[in-house]
């Protein structure tokens, strides 16, 4: 099966290759003559979406997600607030020290001030 389609290629392309010179304009028009149109875009579905409440049923649902969550505790809420804040604390102090050591390197080395 693959030899044959491969045989026909090529024997296609000798022929497009040996064919007398024809113009750009003459090609394209029969490359678009060889290809298929689209047909039209069919819908995933193929059945028309119903609408299903619109922001009343969007409130509910999301009401009913919200009272799924579990939330955190007054200790576990505290805790992770402070963890937060020492992660601020470290990753500020690490950008003011580099902050500083490329001013000096852009002051005395870059501009020999």
């Known amino acids: 099966m693959a030899r044959s389609s491969?045989?026909?290629?090529s024997k296609q392309?000798?022929?497009?290759?040996?064919?007398?010179?024809?113009?750009a304009a003459q090609r394209a028009r029969d490359r678009r003559q060889r290809v298929k149109p689209a047909g039209q875009p069919k819908s995933q579905t193929g059945t028309r979406?119903?609408?299903?409440?619109?922001?009343r049923a969007f409130?509910?649902?999301?009401?009913?997600?919200l009272k799924k969550v579990e939330w955190p505790g007054r200790r576990q809420l505290v805790s992770a607030t402070v963890v937060v804040i020492i992660a601020v604390?470290?990753?500020?102090?690490?950008?003011?020290?580099?902050?500083?050591?490329?001013?000096?390197l852009v002051k005395h080395v870059l501009l020999n001030l």
Do not use: C, M, N
């Open 59 to 65: 409130t509910a649902e999301s009401w009913g997600e």
């Open 13 to 23: 392309q000798r022929s497009d290759f040996q064919a007398p010179a024809t113009s």
């Open 6 to 9: 491969r045989t026909r290629r």
């Open 89 to 104: 604390a470290v990753v500020g102090a690490y950008l003011f020290l580099a902050d500083q050591v490329f001013k000096w």
């Open 49 to 55: 979406r119903e609408p299903r409440g619109g922001i």
